[in-house]
């Protein structure tokens, strides 16, 4: 079910998925894995659980807030919001963008960096003082985690999300 509204659209699907929705960057499982392997071989989907990181990708091109995936009794919702600006985000929405741009750099052989999350909010401000607040938040929330095999400088750090 597609669901729009002024600020937001909301796609459900039935069911839960069998992997969880913080892992729906790096991972792929079909519920029907049959049906999944049918429709591949038809030209209709891929099969490779790339979708996600379509979307997510998109949503820091036109720098959006980040998509909230969210998991019911009897359904998965993926909230994707209208663009907001980064002074009116609320501080979950700031730690799933940081979050979820973690996992993108991380799934494509990088690493996030202070610069990178400056950049995936598009952000040209002076105030450089609340990115690093972004990631300290996103760390203490245990959704990242420095990568200390690159520096132990802060000023250079680079960082991994949770599960890596």
């Known amino acids: 079910m597609i669901e729009m509204y002024a600020d937001r659209v909301e796609v459900s699907n039935p069911g839960t998925p069998p992997i969880s929705v913080e892992r729906f960057i790096d991972e792929f499982r ?5 049906l999944a ?5 038809l030209g209709i989907c891929e099969e490779k659980g790339s979708g996600v990181d379509k979307v997510v990708k998109a949503a820091e091109v036109f720098q959006l807030p980040a998509p909230d995936f969210r998991v019911g009794e009897v359904r998965t919702t993926a909230l994707l919001f209208a663009h907001q600006d980064f002074a009116v985000m609320s501080r979950t929405d700031r730690v799933r963008a940081c979050y979820q741009h973690c996992c993108l750099m991380y799934v494509s052989n990088q690493r996030m960096s202070d610069q990178s999350l400056r950049e995936r909010f598009g952000s040209r401000s002076r105030r450089l003082l609340r990115f690093p607040l972004v990631i300290g938040a996103a760390d203490e929330a245990g959704a990242i985690k420095a ?3 690159e520096t132990s400088s802060t000023r250079y750090a680079r960082y991994l999300p949770f599960w890596a």
């Not at 079909?30 to 049959?34: A, D, I």
């Open 30 to 34: 079909s519920r029907n894995e049959r």
């Open 147 to 149: 990568d200390e095999s």
């Open 37 to 41: 392997d049918f429709m591949r071989r």
